[in-house]
């Protein structure tokens, strides 16, 4: 067990050799001094410092570590030279206040990773600035909230399927529209009919995942877009998971007018742990107007920021977004060019060679064809005496990531999937063995299995507490 850095403390001990003999602190008041016993601060060495943050290093999982199979979140391999080129000293020491014309560089990589994600998306413009996916999602409720207003039409209504990512309906409720969920049918699909409900001349959009979020493409598609935009509804693309379509298809195709993107799942940029993220969005040209403001723009002779933006929303964050994320993601384009489908086939055939191996030990509420991810349901191991919850813990004693659980909530005991396409059938093999042996485990002894996890630095906690009390301050004994 790891003690705490406060418990490796030894009173005068001192990681560094300066000495404060000379400095002279009579400027401070007084009052604001802190005696020496009351700053309850570690005493260490430099070494075990180090060692010490390193051995709290080495307990974190990450995908350097192994397969982190985590549904919905796309974590793949991140190339590791976009890591040093996001950290060239003409990018990292930029300042965001500089001028265009000292800001060229910049601005040019910007613009053309716009004009990629053009040519992935099939969208006529595209923003960079949104930091995440669901900010990507708030920009563009806030563009479709502008667009009616702008038409003087008082459209309160945003549809959106019950499998979608929860973020869909908060970023709509943000912006003041009301949620009307359409049910899937049961195909795992949007029901058409229940749709057709509850089209009207209320309807400002529609939010939608293709795939969904079981990993199911919407046949329908096509049939949805007309429905939608024959009723004067816009229709708005959920493209965190560019990774099952990339080449093949693109939201402007299926009759999208809005999409975000997230650049830290499908472009590889390393993400986890709360950031940082980019979720730029494309709109089609009746849109373009609304982006935020400053866009990135180029007149043959300069890029420059542009700020004179007829119908824009606003600025929707300081500066320029997470510009070291673009970085990242523009090299990953420029190294994948059009190996960018390759990566979707590749997606795509994991998650079914996957799901072939494991329908016979889990149950497959939906049994069709995946995209890149699929939904399986731990409902015989719950009857079994054991749960999805305790199949997650019992993995991360076998060194894998849990993968997403009890989502979507469409599925019972719900566990979902993402393979990616940058592990090898071999680490996939690994991983389908230890499932299977987990299914084994669970019909001879549940008992046993939900005993886990046993390997890692905290044991079960209990899940409510945990979040509701959590427990994070040192308490000198
Ligand atoms: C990850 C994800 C989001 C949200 O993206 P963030 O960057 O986490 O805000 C939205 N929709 C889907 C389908 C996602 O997978």
Redesign the pocket.
Known sequence: MTKLIFEKSKMNTTGINLTNENIDFSFINTKYLRNYSDTILPEISELEVMRHYKELSDKNFCIEKGFYPLG???MKYNPKVNELLAALDNFCLLHPMQDDSDAQGALKLMYRLQENLKVITGMNAITLQPA????G?LCGMMIVKKYFETKGENRKNVIIPDSA?G??PASAAMCGFNIIEVKSNKKGLVDINELKKVLDNNTAAIML?NPN?LGLFEENILEISKLVHDAGGLLYY?G??MNAIMGYTNPKLMGFDIVHI?L??TFSTP?GGGGP?A?PIGVVEKLKDYLPIPTIEYDGNKYYRNYNVKHSIGKLKTYYGNFSVLVKAYAYTLLMGKELKDVSTNAVLNANYMMQKLKEYYNLPYDRKCMHEFVLSGDKQKQEGSSTLAIAKRLMDSNFHPPTVYFPLIVHEAIMIEPTESETKERLDDFIDTMILIAKEIEKNPEQVNSHPLSTPVKRVDETLAARKPDLAYKKQ
């Open positions: 919905s979140c796309t995440a996916g669901a900010h999602e990512h973020t869909n995942t979020t959920d965190a998971n997230n830290h799942k993400h993220g979720g």
